[in-house]
């Protein structure tokens, strides 16, 4: 995701609320305004779900998020 200006508190604001576990904020080491968003959920299906929530996109805007998101899904081996 890419913030817009200097906002550095929007940054992880997008997911109140959700049943992420231990959510991780990274920033791209040459472009402070690209970060990485590391989540854990319990199952596949809750990922899916936070992934494919409408309210997710607005509510990364509202923190500043300007650029599209690219979200994956994984699974621990």
């Known amino acids: 995701m890419t913030l817009g200006g200097s906002n550095t508190r ?3 604001r997008y997911v109140t609320g959700t049943e992420s576990l231990t959510p991780g904020s ?3 080491a040459d472009d402070p305004n690209e970060l990485t968003g590391l ?3 319990a199952s596949v299906d ?3 779900a936070f ?3 409408p309210d997710l996109k607005d ?3 509202s923190a500043g998020v300007i650029g599209p998101p ?3 899904i994984s699974t621990q081996v």
């Open 46 to 48: 809750e990922a899916h």
């Open 10 to 12: 929007g940054r992880s």
């Open 59 to 61: 509510a990364m805007a």
């Open 26 to 28: 990274f920033r791209n």
């Open 39 to 41: 989540h854990w959920f």
């Open 51 to 53: 992934a494919n929530d």
């Open 70 to 72: 690219r979200i994956e």
